[in-house]
């Protein structure tokens, strides 16, 4: 049962474009939303995050997106650059199995073409 | 400010045989998970501690991992005996509460069992 989604397991862009990447979730407890980037052999690192009472929220170059109706938040990155190469991992917080809980996406690999 | 510390990084064993990992989280940090990550997938919850105890440990196979958080600070990961299956890294993360927050990881201990 694979609560959180991630569709595409890889993405391809041309650096200084824009960079969408997608998740979609399937419990509506879910009230809180992160992005993590991971580059290898290190562990995730915090990218931003969204509160599900907002529809957008920007730090820099990133911005998150969230659609409640459609369960869905995407992330944008513009403009995408080279070091934005890595694993990008959406993460749902929210009351699920009887606590609160993070639950991650399978995530999506990035690879920013210079 | 200190990160989430782990350790090892890498360790190989054969299967059948125990190992043990360490965690010192984010000084102040109420709340401890354990994830393991299996190559192309998201990070999995294995546990979640809030202070000393635990909170969610649903999806702790628990006939063969154990996990301790010893005076609500530093936690162990055991695993007795390891299966073949049990090759993947294992991230520790911690947060300053349950529900809302971000997530801060350690760069994991990457398991091999032969």
């Known amino acids: 049962d694979q609560q959180v989604k991630q569709n595409s397991p890889s993405l391809s862009v041309q650096e200084g474009r824009i960079s969408i990447l997608n998740c979609d979730y399937t419990?509506?407890?879910?009230?809180?939303f992160l992005w993590y980037k991971k580059y290898p052999a290190e562990g995730p690192t915090f990218l931003i995050s969204?509160?599900?009472?907002?529809d957008k929220n920007e730090d820099g170059r990133f911005t998150v997106f969230l659609n409640k109706s459609a369960k869905h938040l995407s992330l944008h990155i513009v403009p995408s650059q080279p070091g934005d190469s890595a694993v990008y991992f959406c993460a749902a917080n929210g009351y699920t199995s009887g606590t609160y809980k993070y639950i991650f996406g399978t995530g999506t690999r990035l690879k920013v073409l210079a | 400010e200190a990160g989430v510390a782990q350790s090892p990084r890498y360790k190989i064993i054969e299967k059948r045989q125990s190992v043990a990992f360490w965690c010192n989280p984010i000084?102040?940090?109420?709340?401890l998970y354990w994830y393991q990550q299996i190559l192309g997938q998201g990070p999995k919850l294995l546990i979640q501690?809030?202070?000393?105890?635990?909170?969610?440990d649903s999806q702790l196979p628990k006939d063969r991992f154990s996990a301790e958080r010893l005076k609500g600070v530093d936690s162990t990961l055991k695993i007795q005996p390891a299966k073949l299956e049990d090759s993947a890294v294992y991230l520790c993360?911690?947060?300053?509460?349950?529900?809302?927050?971000?997530?801060?990881f350690g760069a994991g201990t990457r398991l091999s069992v032969l």
């Open positions: 969204i509160s599900s009472i907002k």
């Open positions: 419990n509506s407890m879910f009230d809180y």
């Open positions: 993360a911690s947060s300053l509460q349950l529900a809302k927050n971000i997530q801060y």
């Open positions: 501690f809030q202070n000393n105890g635990v909170v969610d």
């Open positions: 000084s102040g940090h109420a709340t």
